[in-house]
């Protein structure tokens, strides 16, 4: 079936430098996501993103995060600067017409800030 | 804004046994509800939909029961095994442009 890949799988920073975390999504999707997972604790909405715009952010997205989608291809969710608390897993996800239809999600990318 | 409550956390259960987890929303305006399960390793694989229309949706060995009086939904596995080991996730949206809101997730182990 239709899969949303994730790159890389895993990813170690040190504190304060920038990060970029990688999402191909499903290829004719238009509705794309980010979650963040922190060990054992449930999943939290980030932000999701139609037609090149931001519709709805949460209070984990911080000024210091930003998503965007250059060239119609790769999704991404850049943090810059670092901070420990980012630490978590980074799942992406999409859809073709948001909740009504099928939302995909890929395996996640553990950050892991040092 | 929404909250979603999951319990158990953990559930244990026997070969064959039923399992059932719960979750329950605060948001009355809730239409889209959802079942996660995630094996290790993997992505979200989506188990079931429910929308507000509907009360009751079955697939292969399990049932989805939406109760919008109580703003409860529930995962009734009815003859689980092995294979369903895996984390199982709840989520509910608002509207289709919506985010989902994750319960906290159940972790179930089915032993032989």
């Known amino acids: 079936g239709p899969k949303v890949l994730q790159i890389p799988s895993h990813q170690i920073i040190d504190m304060g430098q920038m990060v970029t975390l990688n999402c191909d999504p499903v290829s004719n999707h238009l509705y794309f996501y980010w979650y963040k997972q922190i060990l054992g604790q449930q999943m939290e909405f980030l932000v999701n993103f139609y037609n090149g715009k931001v519709m709805e952010k949460s209070k984990l997205f911080k000024d210091q995060f930003s998503v965007e989608r250059p060239d119609g291809s790769y999704f991404t969710l850049k943090i810059q600067p670092t901070a420990l608390e980012d630490s978590a897993v980074y799942f992406c996800?999409?859809?073709?017409?948001?909740?009504?239809?099928?939302?995909?999600f890929g395996k996640g990318t553990r950050l892991t800030v040092v | 804004g929404e909250q979603v409550e999951q319990r158990p956390p953990h559930l244990s259960v026997r070969e064959g046994d039923s399992a059932v987890i719960t979750c329950t929303y605060t948001d009355p305006n809730s239409y889209y509800f959802f079942w996660y399960k995630q094996e290790p390793g993997a992505s979200l694989q989506l188990l079931m939909k429910?929308?507000?229309?509907?009360e009751i949706n079955e697939g292969q060995g399990f049932t989805v029961l939406l109760n919008k009086k109580d703003k409860r939904l529930s995962l009734n596995l009815t003859a689980a095994h092995p294979g369903d080991s895996a984390a199982y996730f709840c989520?509910?949206?608002?509207?289709?442009?919506?985010?989902?809101?994750f319960g906290q997730g159940t972790s179930l182990s089915v032993v032989p």
């Open positions: 996800a999409s859809s073709l017409g948001g909740l009504y239809t099928e939302v995909f």
């Open positions: 429910v929308f507000s229309s509907t």
């Open positions: 989520a509910v949206g608002s509207s289709s442009f919506s985010k989902l809101v």
